[in-house]
């Protein structure tokens, strides 16, 4: 190596094989990158041959991060290699743990790897320049159990977006990558509660749909998966999007006695089943029956038939003392949770002595 010799090993009748002395011993004020020519010879260095190869010395690789820095068990993750003083290579390559793969060289401050089938678990990550040295990066790779997605709840909301659903799973790792994707739109989550809870809130519509903007008319189901390095992302669950739900009148009148339930139906607009209504703050109940309405002298579109509950005893005090009546207001929602705020009046009075 320039005029440094060091010795050759015989490996078999075609190859040898030397260990490189280090550039400086080469030449105390060379600098990488720099090529040096290599000879051969087979009489104690008495003579070489003329042929003259050429090795390079580049600059140690510097791995600054792992992106992602987790992978699934059964391989198939791209992980980028963000750093500096990289150089192609034919053998360039990744070792996690005992397991190599190819790497490809993007600039001299990425590359990237795809990861093999690996065990669960942590598996330092290594490269090489040449496929047979690898060198420790200080680096680690961490696979991942198998994950299943088993349900989430509610499992539908309104087109604006902004429910907030919690996804029922197993293996659920906490990341700071993790993510949720409903249809074409991956968000980060909101929160992660345990190995087998984690919440997502729901984009708008029209995003998860792809972008089309199509306002209060967008509707329909899409995908919910979860990644929890923000590539690999699985589950298979359905997310419903609705329109946006209207009361617009009470029959046979917004009215009804304190202390028994009664059933009424509810006109209104976007009302598609399953329809959950609420009086006040009471207790919140499924509708009985959610249909089409055909009328043509109301402006809805649909009704709901709820029971109208009795109103508490102590809710029918002001000042300890009882009154004739009370006006409260009622709700619908899609979904139990997102309720409407339009507070349609619902007066529960004292029934006649």
């Given at each position: 190596?320039?005029?440094?010799?060091?010795?050759?090993?015989v490996?078999?009748?075609?190859?040898?094989?030397?260990?490189?002395p280090?550039l400086?011993?080469?030449?105390?004020?060379a600098?990488?990158?720099?090529?040096?020519?290599?000879?051969?010879?087979?009489?104690?260095?008495?003579s070489?041959?003329?042929?003259?190869?050429?090795?390079s010395y580049?600059e140690?690789?510097?791995?600054?991060a792992?992106?992602?820095?987790?992978?699934?068990s059964?391989?198939?993750?791209?992980?980028l290699?963000i750093?500096?003083?990289?150089t192609?290579?034919?053998?360039l390559?990744?070792?996690?743990?005992?397991?190599?793969?190819?790497?490809?060289?993007?600039?001299s401050?990425?590359?990237?790897?795809?990861?093999?089938?690996?065990?669960?678990?942590?598996h330092p990550?290594?490269?090489?320049?040449?496929?047979?040295e690898?060198?420790?990066?200080?680096?680690s790779?961490?696979?991942?159990?198998?994950?299943?997605?088993?349900?989430?709840?509610?499992?539908?909301?309104?087109?604006?977006?902004?429910?907030?659903?919690l996804?029922?799973?197993?293996?659920?790792?906490?990341?700071?990558?993790?993510?949720?994707?409903?249809?074409?739109a991956?968000?980060a989550?909101?929160?992660?509660?345990?190995?087998?809870?984690?919440?997502?809130?729901?984009p708008?519509?029209?995003?998860?749909?792809?972008g089309?903007?199509?306002?209060?008319?967008?509707?329909?189901?899409?995908?919910?998966?979860?990644s929890?390095?923000?590539?690999?992302?699985?589950g298979?669950?359905?997310?419903?999007?609705?329109r946006?739900?209207r009361?617009?009148?009470?029959?046979p009148?917004?009215?009804g006695?304190?202390?028994?339930?009664?059933n009424?139906?509810?006109?209104?607009t976007?009302?598609?089943?399953?329809?959950?209504?609420?009086?006040l703050?009471?207790?919140?109940?499924?509708a009985?029956?959610?249909?089409?309405?055909?009328?043509p002298s109301?402006?809805a579109?649909?009704?709901?038939?709820?029971?109208a509950?009795?109103?508490?005893?102590?809710?029918?005090l002001?000042?300890?003392?009882?009154?004739?009546?009370?006006?409260g207001?009622l709700?619908?929602?899609?979904?139990?949770?997102?309720?409407?705020?339009?507070?349609?009046?619902?007066?529960f009075?004292?029934?006649p002595?």
């Amino acid at each position: 190596f320039g005029t440094v010799e060091v010795v050759a090993y015989v490996a078999n009748s075609t190859t040898l094989w030397c260990l490189a002395p280090p550039l400086a011993e080469i030449d105390l004020g060379a600098l990488a990158p720099a090529d040096v020519h290599v000879q051969l010879s087979f009489d104690l260095g008495n003579s070489y041959s003329p042929i003259l190869a050429a090795f390079s010395y580049v600059e140690d690789f510097v791995v600054d991060a792992l992106s992602p820095d987790m992978a699934v068990s059964g391989g198939g993750t791209l992980i980028l290699i963000i750093g500096s003083k990289f150089t192609d290579s034919p053998a360039l390559g990744c070792k996690f743990g005992n397991e190599t793969a190819p790497a490809t060289f993007i600039s001299s401050q990425v590359m990237q790897c795809t990861t093999p089938p690996l065990m669960v678990g942590v598996h330092p990550f290594k490269m090489t320049l040449d496929g047979v040295e690898y060198f420790d990066t200080g680096k680690s790779v961490t696979t991942l159990p198998p994950s299943t997605l088993l349900s989430l709840y509610p499992t539908r909301g309104y087109f604006s977006g902004g429910t907030e659903i919690l996804v029922n799973g197993t293996n659920l790792v906490n990341s700071v990558l993790l993510q949720c994707q409903f249809g074409q739109a991956p968000l980060a989550a909101k929160d992660w509660f345990d190995s087998e809870h984690v919440q997502c809130t729901a984009p708008p519509c029209d995003v998860a749909m792809g972008g089309q903007s199509r306002g209060q008319e967008c509707e329909g189901t899409v995908q919910v998966m979860l990644s929890f390095n923000g590539l690999d992302f699985f589950g298979n669950l359905t997310y419903e999007y609705v329109r946006r739900q209207r009361i617009v009148d009470v029959l046979p009148f917004p009215a009804g006695r304190w202390d028994e339930p009664m059933n009424v139906t509810l006109l209104g607009t976007g009302l598609s089943p399953p329809v959950y209504c609420r009086w006040l703050d009471l207790e919140v109940t499924p509708a009985l029956e959610v249909g089409i309405s055909t009328d043509p002298s109301t402006p809805a579109d649909s009704y709901a038939i709820c029971t109208a509950p009795a109103l508490p005893e102590e809710r029918r005090l002001v000042g300890g003392v009882e009154t004739d009546g009370r006006l409260g207001y009622l709700e619908v929602s899609a979904n139990s949770i997102d309720f409407t705020s339009d507070r349609t009046q619902w007066f529960f009075y004292s029934p006649p002595a």
